[in-house]
C-alpha cells in the first residue's frame, strides 16, 4: 500500500510564492506518474501539473503554465509543487496522487490510484 501526505499549504497573499510538498510512505511506484490536483468549493476535480518518470518530463494545465513547477526527489519518495504568481483563483484543496500504469501522461483523476488527504491553498486579493 501506499500512503500520500501533503503539506506547505496555507494563507498567502496575490502575487506571493508557495512550495507543496506529497511525502510518500511504504510502497512507493517512483517509475510512474505523479500528479498534483486541486478542488475549489463547487467545483470538480482538476488536474494541475504531472511529471513522468522518462526524462523528468512534466505537463501542466494551461491555468498554470509559467507560474508552477512539478518536481520530484524519488530519493526522498517526495514530489513537490512550486507556486509562484499566485493569484485568487488558485485557491482550493490541493491534492497529490499516483498513477501506476508505466510512463502515463494523464490528465484524468480517475486514472490515479492513490491519493493524499490534501491540503488547502488560500490566496487573498
Known amino acids: 500500500q501506499v500512503q500520500l501526505v501533503e503539506s506547505g499549504g496555507g494563507l498567502v497573499q496575490a502575487g506571493d510564492s508557495l512550495k507543496l510538498s506529497c511525502a510518500a510512505s511504504?510502497?512507493?511506484?517512483?517509475?510512474?506518474?505523479m500528479g498534483w490536483f486541486r478542488q475549489a468549493p463547487g467545483k470538480e476535480r482538476q488536474f494541475v501539473a504531472g511529471i513522468v518518470w522518462s526524462g523528468g518530463a512534466t505537463y501542466y494545465a494551461d491555468s498554470v503554465k509559467g507560474r508552477f513547477t512539478i518536481s520530484r526527489d524519488n530519493a526522498k519518495n517526495t514530489v513537490y509543487l512550486q507556486m509562484n504568481s499566485l493569484k485568487p483563483e488558485d485557491t482550493a484543496i490541493y491534492y497529490c496522487?499516483?498513477?501506476?500504469?508505466?510512463?502515463?501522461?494523464?490528465?484524468?483523476?480517475?486514472?490515479?490510484?492513490?491519493w493524499g488527504q490534501g491540503t488547502q491553498v488560500t490566496v487573498s486579493s
Open positions: 496522487a499516483a498513477d501506476r500504469r508505466w510512463g502515463s501522461r494523464s490528465y484524468n483523476p480517475s486514472e490515479y490510484d492513490y
Open positions: 511504504g510502497r512507493t511506484f517512483t517509475m510512474y506518474t
